[in-house]
């Protein structure tokens, strides 16, 4: 019996009998990871990889496990046995005709064409995104000539003072509408991102839009602090701006860096972190015990006060129900991990 393991390896092009098992993976330049779907590694950041330059093989950085098609079946299902594989592969069909053979190469000629186009699509989003960034400047004008969007974000609870500060603004034709902006800085104060908060999303409308190509990121409201013994994390850049210029104004020492993060702070952000002593972490309300009992490991659980309020930090101190010396001294009183 001869076996054409090329015609078998287009058949069943490598990438797509992965996602068969893993699901799709995320794609940065010519590489696609997942989180090692090989039975015996776990992990939760993705060492395992595809290169485009060469999709018929993997490599595991985690686990250094590589191959191709058929190792990857004989790794999933525990075969020893070539034949055995590429019988578990094809569903012992091992011969293809020519006319099938033709089909098959055509297919993987249209998945690589796809797969461009994804990436060309892909990278246009970047773009956009990257001219997006650069238009800060022009939302924070947008800010300083109105007096109608001073009060949009006089009414989510900035004080005008502040928003020189904060460099915060107001993009009058975003998607849908309007929307107030947040440009967020990293630690050489330079804006890496904007975020947007459309003020009237109307029907079905998404009141915060995500933008891929270019991370979400860890909001500092104040990046030359740089790291210091306490910080103050709080979900999302809003409510961090907030509270630290109501702590500011309430003349509570405010030596302490305000931290905004998303829901899911990510791993790779925690190292940040190493500096600080003290972490106080305000999670929404609506947040699970378990999603804030994960993120209290990852930065640290001897370090670490969780502060559990009845209502949004932010909407709690614009409605005068707290105010930055009681929000302060409610550290003391955080809940305890299990
Ligand atoms: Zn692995």
């Known amino acids: 019996m001869t076996i054409d393991f090329e015609a078998i390896k287009l058949q069943h092009p490598l990438i797509e009998v ?50 191709d098609v058929f190792d990857w079946i004989k790794e999933q299902h525990g075969i020893e046995n070539l034949i055995e594989a590429v019988k578990h592969l094809t ?82 034709n975003f998607y849908a509408g309007k929307s107030l902006t947040i440009p967020v800085k990293n630690y050489a104060s330079k804006v890496q991102n904007v975020i947007h908060r459309i003020i009237e999303p109307g029907e079905g409308g998404r009141y915060r839009p995500e933008l891929p190509g270019l991370p979400q990121s860890l909001y500092f409201t104040d990046p030359w602090l740089g790291i210091t013994q306490v910080m103050w994390l709080f979900e999302g850049e809003k409510k961090a701006m907030v509270a630290r210029q109501h702590a500011e104004r309430k003349e509570v020492e405010h030596n302490m860096q305000f931290v905004g993060a998303k829901k899911h702070i990510r791993i790779e952000d925690v190292p940040l972190f190493d500096g600080c002593q003290k972490i106080i972490y305000v999670p929404d309300p609506d947040v699970s015990d378990e999603i804030v009992e994960k993120n209290a490991l990852l930065l640290g659980v001897d370090r670490v006060t969780i502060i559990d309020l009845i209502g949004k930090t932010d909407d709690m101190l614009i409605a005068g129900e707290l105010d930055g010396k009681t929000m302060l001294s409610a550290g003391a009183n955080g809940r305890k991990l299990s």
Not at 27 to 54: K, V, Y
Not at 99 to 107: F, P
Not at 120 to 131: G, H, R, S
């Open 18 to 67: 992965v996602e068969a098992v893993a699901g799709p993976g995320k794609q940065s330049g010519n590489i696609i990871r997942w989180n090692c779907p090989l039975p015996g590694h776990e992990e939760r950041t993705p060492s395992f990889t595809i290169s485009l330059d060469n999709p018929n093989r993997y490599y595991c950085f985690g686990c250094n496990r590589y191959g």
């Open 91 to 172: 569903g012992e069909v091992v011969h293809m005709s020519d006319e099938l053979k033709a089909q098959a190469a055509q297919r993987a000629n249209d998945l690589r064409f796809e797969r461009l186009e994804r990436q060309v699509a892909e990278q246009q989003i970047a773009i956009d995104k990257l001219q997006e960034m650069q238009s800060w400047q022009i939302y924070r004008e947008n800010l300083a000539k109105s007096e109608e969007a001073v009060e949009l974000w006089r009414a989510e609870g900035l004080y005008p003072s502040w928003q020189t500060h904060f460099w915060v603004g107001v993009a009058p």
